[in-house]
């Protein structure tokens, strides 16, 4: 004769199946967004890839061009249009716009001002080139290991958000062309900036 399962047995499976669903699906939102930081960080790499072959072919100058973000605020600041920005200048070298996307880009919805689904769709860069040593020799600056040459634009984005700038973390690009998952350079840290 055929054994059935009880009801009670039935219950106690989708109880522990239920458990282990609790258990298990943070997990796997955590390893989705460590998947997507890595792209993040991918994708900045191949920006200083480009950033050097560009360099090999200009006589060892950086792109003399405005930072993406600089190019948006060209009605309110006075950059003259015919300067470019860096990333169509970079775009031949890296040979995909989509290298400037971050996964993990959500925009600003910090202020009206600001409210737009991600940076890369406005700017067409997910990364910021802060101090943008337009036009200098790399020979002219001292120490390429310890200068920030981008970074993603928020903090924000990254697991664990924080409301404070010092615990905020940053995916970041260096002028020697490693990169890093860490605090921006103006938490506290020794990083330099480009005079």
Not at 31 to 59: E, F, P, W
Not at 88 to 113: E, K, M, N
Not at 139 to 167: K, L, M, Q
Request: contains cysteine; hydrophobic residues 40%; charged residues 15%.
């Amino acid at each position: 004769m055929k054994r059935a399962f009880t009801l009670v047995e039935v219950m106690v499976v989708f109880a522990i199946m239920g458990v282990l669903m609790a258990l298990l699906l943070p997990v796997l939102a955590s390893a989705r967004h460590y998947s997507k930081r890595a792209t993040c960080l991918g994708n900045l790499r191949q920006v200083g890839i480009g950033t050097r072959l560009y360099t090999d072919d200009c006589d060892d100058r950086l792109p003399a061009a405005l930072d993406p973000w600089s190019r948006y605020l060209v009605g309110y600041y006075p950059y003259p249009p015919e300067i470019p920005s860096v990333v169509s200048l970079l775009v031949p070298y890296t040979r995909s716009r989509s290298v400037f996307a971050c996964p993990v880009d959500q925009g600003s919805h910090l202020s009206s001002d600001f409210d737009v689904e991600s940076f890369f769709v406005l700017l067409g860069s997910s990364f910021q080139f802060p101090n943008l040593p337009s036009g200098r020799l790399l020979a002219s600056i001292e120490s390429h290991a310890s200068t920030r040459y981008a970074n993603d634009y928020s903090g924000f984005w990254h697991v664990p958000v924080s409301p404070d700038f010092n615990a905020q973390r940053w995916s970041l690009l260096f002028l020697d062309g490693h990169v890093r998952f860490g605090p921006h350079p103006g938490a506290g840290t020794s990083v330099s900036e480009i005079q």
